[in-house]
């Protein structure tokens, strides 16, 4: 549970297929730090891993990261790593928000809210209170998993997101978080449909 949840919080560039790291990349997350234990990696942390190691981080916030994937403490990786365009989008909906203050998670739940389709009022208040720490209610998750399927859909119009899994979602969210370009995202994304 924790594992997906990590992997729900991540939003670095991943690239590599679903699920199946190469060796060349197990390699290379390995050798990045070898004071990291990732003898108890599966093949889904071997690609969260490589996606955080060929990322555009610091080496320190790269070394964070993998040691809390390699815990099962870790519920959240800190604070929000988002791009540029949806740092503004978010500020377009609540334009008092202090990104140093709210996690990836709240990051990514506000965001699907954006793509959720309700009104501009409805968006405001449920992206403010998500970035505010507030708890969800029943209809606020709703709202975030129809934004969830929209922003997929933005990236592979033709597909049924349906047919995800839990953790799949979570690897194709990050996917879309990521600092791959957009046609690199939509592989992925369809990748995983497939």
């Known amino acids: 549970m924790t594992r997906m949840m990590i992997a729900t919080a991540l939003a670095t560039t991943l690239g590599t297929a679903a ?22 990696f599966t093949d889904t942390d071997y ?18 990261k993998l040691r809390a994937l390699g815990t099962d403490d870790n519920v959240d990786m800190g ?30 739940a506000a965001l699907a809210v954006t793509y ?5 009022a409805t968006i405001t208040s449920r992206v403010e209170s998500i970035l505010g720490g507030a708890e969800m209610d029943a ?10 399927a929209a922003m997929l859909r933005s990236y592979v119009p ?27 995202k939509a592989a992925q994304i369809e990748a995983l449909i497939n």
């Not at 699920?19 to 108890?40: L, W």
């Not at 891993?49 to 964070?64: D, H, L, Q, R, W």
């Open 139 to 148: 209809d606020t998750l709703t709202i975030v998993s129809e934004g969830q």
């Open 116 to 120: 959720g389709g309700e009104s501009r």
């Open 158 to 184: 033709e597909a049924d997101v349906t047919v995800l899994t839990q953790e799949e979602l979570a690897l194709a969210m990050s996917y879309v978080h990521s600092g791959m370009s957009r046609n690199e």
């Open 79 to 108: 604070i929000a790593m988002i791009s540029e365009a949806e740092m503004a989008r978010l500020l377009d909906y609540a334009p008092n928000t202090d990104f140093g203050a709210i996690t990836q998670s709240q990051a990514e």
């Open 47 to 64: 690609d969260i891993a490589y996606g955080i190691v060929t990322s555009g981080m610091s080496n320190g916030e790269k070394t964070a």
């Open 19 to 40: 699920f199946a790291a190469t060796e060349a990349q197990i390699q290379q997350v390995q050798t990045f730090n070898t004071g990291i234990d990732t003898s108890t």
